[in-house]
């Protein structure tokens, strides 16, 4: 392949001499290994001042500045150079084999022809030359360790204007690259390359390879990752390769949290409408604590922990009572990365670092404990996590420090009384703390204690109070700790912490006292939220799945809410709804998203610009500010019955299409300027869907449909200047992406399934059926499967299939038997769920339950599927119109 690929790439040259890595590699092992301990070449002699200098300065920068990555062999930084090159549309540029094209030499023989003083002082030649010419838009990759210490000294340099990243991998994948090395060789130069490699960087980046094996951005004994093999068209994706998709949208979530999102990536910008808004903004959020060694022994899953939760907060407990030098080890500072990097891979919300020493912070004191703390603080900035804490005991000038080098980071300022003071809540140490925070700009406060009697929890709502009446800007977690405490967790308004559901995790006794179920239980039986009515209509829903998934929701997370199928041949029924007080929303299904937007008062941005609504929501308090309801505001009101003064409507849909393209299309695939989309289909669904690839970034989208006029009216509403009137822009809360930057998406028709597919495009790479794959109102399925002269796409693509009955379509059946040729399918079951997590966030206010809402959708079909039982109940309640789907246990 593909001289196209190779330009898009940016890649300079491919070839690579392997000895000369390896000996390169080696030399400069035997160089970290022998050099004096002090500087940036070797292990510094205080590796706590070392991490902190890493955030001294505000590692804020420039939305253009390039990007350096640096790592020991076998990281995988160029992997991952390579897919940001691609997705980010940065230059990419590998220092070796940089100094090979402009020296004519490998590092190696350079080494060996002009001695080791003249090789590194060309070396850093090439690299100044490189970092002062690349100021912007590209991606950098190196390995300083090997380059001598005056280039470790610029690339340190470089951390004032620039991120510099700092690649860490497993022991076991750096074995796979260094064959003959022992392991604990490995763990020496991971120790000693790492500070050297930590001194000279300011953020860090944990690759985690998840399956050996079936790694494919590991090192071959060539040097060659299959990843980059199949990137320069070396070789042809027998397999979709999509372990590594994973990587990327780690390193992705990664380089968009540090960047604060100003890189262009377009993959990046979570779709989920709660995503928008800001977490400590919101009423009754909560934040599950768990322990760094439970997220590393992996003995729970990352989605049931985050469960009904708006934050992840990785605890690291009683780090003082380690053996001291183990405390900012390197493979204990690892440890911090390789734990983010499991949360992130399966989490949506933010991940919040808690490290607690065991021993008690004092103010002024300057001893061991306290600088590890420090250091340990530093080093989970540089992990570019959403929140840190910082202990609000600490001196001044050293959180002020903290805050200077936060990055994109927040702060939140903690303490806990060991003891409850004697006039509780009352105490002016309370008062004080929190002066602290505010006149120290930190982004939120968290204080608690033991509590001693019931009183003490009222005594926090006035102390709260206080809070506000003082700086209502900075969020104020406060609660009482201990049994009678756990009152007070209740009435937390903001990321209250909470311990996972029923995960068999042993209780810890210092961990919050209560889960999200209990506290969100607890405000429905108060009062303070209401039970509510969801439903869902449409023509011929009878066998829909999303009573049983949202239903489960509603109970896992502990809302007394129920979800029930009301089937009608007209729109009249909303009429009936609104006019219940407890009417929560309604989800819109064919033939009714087009029309039903005559009937609401405001849109979302994505609907007006789609056009078709498939989520209805009441607003009973939020009054438009020119014209524009705020999102905030819309969330805050959920939950909570009264006259309904009118009606806003949605679009959900075009987020589960988007979700499933990115998950099935592979790094190869990504959006590029000539990447073509078809979708199958001219109703609703299609009309989501062109908008989803819109925002994917496609440029040229094509549409077959069995009748040509429908749509030709699908293409005329996205080409027509209506459309690009609405078209996303910043602030409207739509993702801006290359689409929208490099040219106008325009949508075309393709008349007939006997037409060749036009050469002047490229093959499509992302295909969407939006056609329904059962007979309906006696009209047979269309049974539509690919032209053979359309799946000639040479690196495959992704094939999403809407309908799920049945989910084996024609379609996916052809797709799947296509794999080898690196076409991927996500089926209809895939797809639903995706669109209903949105739809329960705006429905409730809250974090849908995925792994649950996936479960129970698999499990209802399945179950329908066997004996037929479930179509019948769903029939049943369809016809009774508003009978709850019955909840199974
Ligand atoms: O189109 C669909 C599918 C659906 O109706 C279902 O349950 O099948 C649910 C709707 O929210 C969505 O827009």
Same mark, same amino acid.
């Given at each position: ?28 092992? &035997? #160089? ?14 205080? %590796? ?15 939305a ?70 690349c =100021? ?18 610029? +690339? /340190?340099?470089?951390?004032? %204007? ?8 497993d ?30 960087s ?8 998840e399956?050996i ?5 590991? &090192?071959?004994?060539?040097?060659? *990752? ?7 068209g ?35 910008e ?6 928008? +808004?800001?977490?400590?903004s ?14 590393? *022994?992996?003995?729970? %899953? ?10 992840? &907060? ?27 990097? $499991? ?17 008690? +912070? ?22 570019? @996590? ?34 409850? @003071?004697? %006039? ?46 003082? /700086? ?35 209780? $810890? ?14 405000l ?5 939220? &209401? ?41 009249d ?31 979302? !941005?994505h609907? #007006?610009?789609i ?5 209805? +929501? ?66 609703g ?36 200047s ?19 930057q ?15 597919? !036009? ?29 053979? =002269?359309?799946?000639?796409? !040479? ?11 049945p ?6 059946? /052809? ?32 974090r ?28 049943? /309640? ?12």
């Amino acid at each position: 392949m593909t001289e196209n690929l190779t330009t898009a790439l940016h890649i300079e040259s491919y070839g690579r001499a392997r000895e000369d890595d390896a000996t390169t590699h080696e030399a400069s092992l &035997e #160089k970290v290994r022998h050099v004096p301990t002090e500087g940036v070449n070797g292990p510094p002699k205080d %590796s706590e001042a070392m991490i902190e200098a890493s955030t001294r300065t505000s590692r804020i920068f420039d939305a253009k500045a390039s990007v350096v990555l640096v790592g020991l062999q076998g990281t995988g930084k160029s992997s991952l150079a390579v897919m940001v090159s691609t997705i980010c549309n940065l230059r990419l540029i590998e220092i070796d084999r940089h100094f090979r094209k402009v020296t004519g030499h490998s590092l190696n023989t350079h080494r060996k022809a002009f001695g080791i003083a003249a090789h590194h002082q060309a070396l850093l030649e090439v690299l100044q030359a490189v970092l002062s010419t690349c =100021q912007t838009g590209c991606v950098i990759v190196c390995n300083p360790v090997s380059m001598g210490r005056g280039a470790q000294a610029m +690339i /340190q340099d470089y951390t004032k %204007s620039h991120p510099v990243i700092h690649v860490v991998r497993d022991v076991q994948s750096l074995h796979r690259c260094l064959p003959g090395r022992s392991r604990a060789r490995i763990e020496h130069l991971m120790d000693v390359g790492g500070s050297a490699l930590r001194a000279c960087s300011n953020f860090e980046f944990y690759n985690l390879t998840e399956d050996i094996s079936a790694d494919s951005t590991t &090192e071959d004994a060539e040097g060659v *990752s299959e990843f980059r093999r199949l990137a320069t068209g070396q070789i042809s994706p027998k397999t979709p390769f999509l372990t590594l998709k994973r990587v990327e949208r780690e390193f992705l979530k990664f380089l968009g949290q540090i960047t604060g999102g100003v890189l262009t990536i377009p993959f990046r910008e979570s779709t989920y409408p709660l995503s928008r +808004i800001a977490v400590q903004s919101k009423s009754f959020t909560y934040a599950v604590r768990v322990p760094l060694k439970d997220i590393l *022994s992996g003995s729970c %899953s990352i989605e049931d922990l985050e469960m009904a939760c708006d934050l992840f &907060e990785i605890s690291v407990d009683n780090v003082s009572s380690s053996i001291d030098h183990e405390v900012t080890s390197a493979s204990r500072l690892n440890e911090f990365g390789r734990a983010l990097t $499991i949360v992130r891979r399966d989490t949506v919300v933010p991940v919040m670092f808690h490290v607690q020493f065991g021993e008690v +912070i004092a103010p002024g004191d300057g001893g061991l404990h306290h600088q590890q703390y420090r250091s340990l603080v530093a080093h989970c900035l540089r992990l570019g @996590p959403e929140y840190v804490t910082v202990d609000l005991l600490l001196d001044d000038e050293v959180i002020l420090q903290l805050s200077k080098g936060k990055g994109r980071s927040k702060l939140m300022g903690h303490h806990t009384f060991a003891s409850r @003071p004697s %006039s509780g809540w009352e105490d002016g140490q309370c008062l004080m703390l929190f002066e602290r925070a505010c006149k120290l700009s930190l982004d939120a406060c968290r204080i608690n204690m033991p509590a001693d009697k019931i009183w003490d929890n009222f005594a926090l709502q006035n102390f709260r109070r206080r809070t506000y009446a003082l /700086q209502p800007d900075v969020a104020l977690i406060a609660y009482n700790t201990g049994p009678i405490g756990r009152m007070s967790l209740c009435f937390n308004s903001t990321l209250t912490p909470v311990r996972p559901e029923g995960t068999g995790l042993p209780a $810890i006794p210092s961990f919050p006292a209560l889960t999200a179920r209990e506290c969100t239980r607890s405000l429905y039986a108060s009062f303070v939220l &209401e039970p509510m009515k969801f439903y869902i209509i449409g023509a011929a829903i009878a066998y829909t799945l999303s009573p049983a998934m949202h239903n489960a929701a509603y109970k896992c997370c502990g809302m007394p809410h129920s979800f029930l199928v009301w089937q009608t041949e007209t729109l009249d029924v909303i009429r009936q709804m609104v006019n219940d007080d407890h009417f929560g929303g309604t989800a819109v299904n064919p033939p009714f998203k087009t029309e039903v937007i005559a009937l609401t008062h405001s849109l979302s !941005p994505h609907a #007006k610009a789609i056009g078709a609504v498939n989520t209805l +929501i009441p607003v009973r308090q939020s009054v438009p500010v020119d014209g524009q309801l705020s999102e905030l505001s819309l969330f805050e009101e959920r939950n909570r019955a009264g006259t309904v003064k009118f009606l806003h409507g949605d679009n959900t849909d075009w987020i589960g299409v988007r979700t499933c393209i990115r998950r099935g299309l592979s790094p190869i695939n990504a959006v590029g300027p000539r990447t073509t989309g078809l979708v199958i289909g001219a109703g609703g669904m299609a009309r989501a869907t062109v908008y989803a690839m819109i925002q994917l970034g496609v440029q040229h989208i094509f549409l077959y449909n069995r009748s040509t006029t429908n749509a030709e009216k699908l293409a005329a509403h996205y080409n027509g200047s209506g459309f690009h009137a609405l078209a996303p822009s910043a602030g409207s809360g739509m993702s801006c992406n290359e689409g929208h930057q490099h040219g106008r998406s325009v949508v075309r028709v393709i008349e007939s399934l006997a037409d060749p597919w !036009p050469a002047s495009f490229h093959q499509p790479t992302i295909v969407v059926s939006c056609i329904p794959a059962h007979d309906i109102a006696g009209n047979p399925a269309a049974n539509f499967t690919m032209p053979r =002269q359309w799946l000639q796409s !040479p690196t495959g693509g992704v094939v999403v299939e809407m309908a799920y009955k049945p989910l084996a379509t024609p379609l996916l059946e /052809q797709i799947a038997a296509e794999a080898h040729r690196g076409w991927v399918t996500v089926d209809g079951l895939e797809l639903l769920p995706e669109q209903a997590f949105a739809q329960f966030e705006l429905f409730t206010g809250r974090r849908a339950p995925r792994k649950l809402m996936r479960a129970e959708a698999l499990r209802n079909y399945w179950e329908a599927q066997k004996c037929d039982l479930g179509i019948t109940q769903n029939s049943a /309640q369809a016809e009774g119109q508003g009978i709850e789907h019955p909840l199974r246990d």
